[in-house]
């Protein structure tokens, strides 16, 4: 009787190492895609964000008459502080800016824990921070952790896990609808935008909400500047890609261009 060859029950090397390089493919694909998706949704948690400042902004109006000013014309703040505030008396105007406008105009003042709580009550003294009951605002909600000191003010960051990002910046669109105003931050001057085909302020009798997206920058330190042609980009520099607006459809900017 002859002695027949078992059958070879394990792999060959070759067939490891198939085996081995089909896992590695399957894992760089599934890799790749929830890089996608984990940065589509951090993108969708901005845009929601500031589709609610952009709510806010609206409820002031309703109970100021008009939204607030950006900060970045003296005459206009006083006049929007005047109209709000009619019976304020020697009401000195807060220095803000673009970068701190919304966490003021929407917050308000702040108590002893950090908290905003909005404005007084009492309309000769709307800065006033004594008074605890029947305050006007705050308008949204500010996430504690986002807020960042900006001299006497305050700015707020986006929710990109960024502690060093540049904050949110808010325009005020002018009278005239021209694009006047701007912030300079991070080594670059910040404008609002032009309307590339309309011409003017994008958003011509409202607001600019602008973020920097999940890179935290408006301004990657190279040439050229921030540009300002919506949607056609043709003026950005490459860090405004991801860049995410209240006038950009919940997209970014570059999901923006032609």
């Given at each position: 009787m002859c002695n027949r060859p078992r059958p070879h029950k394990g792999f060959t090397l070759v067939e490891m190492l198939v085996v081995v390089v089909i896992i590695g493919i399957?894992?760089?694909?599934?890799?790749?895609a929830a890089i996608v998706v984990n940065r589509a949704a951090k993108r969708a948690v901005v845009a929601a964000e500031i589709n609610n400042l952009e709510k806010a902004l609206h409820a002031y109006k309703e109970k100021f008459g008009?939204?607030?000013?950006?900060?970045?014309?003296?005459?206009?703040?006083?006049?929007h502080l005047a109209k709000a505030f009619p019976y304020a008396v020697n009401l000195t105007p807060p220095a803000i800016d673009p970068s701190t406008a919304l966490c003021f105009w929407l917050g308000g003042m702040r108590d002893t824990q950090g908290n905003f709580i909005g404005f007084s009550p009492d309309q000769r003294n709307p800065l006033e921070t004594s008074t605890v009951t029947g305050r006007i605002g705050p308008f949204f909600d500010f996430d504690k952790r986002r807020v960042q000191a900006a001299g006497a003010l305050?700015?707020?960051?986006p929710p990109n896990g960024n502690l060093q990002s540049d904050p949110y910046i808010y325009f005020r669109a002018r009278p005239n609808n021209q694009y006047a105003g701007q912030w300079s931050g991070g080594g670059a001057t910040i404008r609002p935008y032009q309307d590339a085909v309309a011409g003017g302020f994008v958003n011509p009798k409202t607001f600019h909400i602008l973020s920097p997206g999940l890179d935290g920058k408006y301004w990657n330190g190279q040439s050229p500047q921030p540009g300002i042609r919506f949607p056609t980009g043709d003026d950005y520099n490459p860090a405004q890609y991801d860049d995410i607006t209240n006038f950009s459809g919940g997209r970014t900017l570059e999901q923006n261009m032609p």
């Open positions: 399957l894992a760089g694909l599934i890799t790749g008009d939204y607030p000013p950006d900060g970045t014309d003296t005459t206009l703040t006083r006049m305050f700015r707020y960051l």
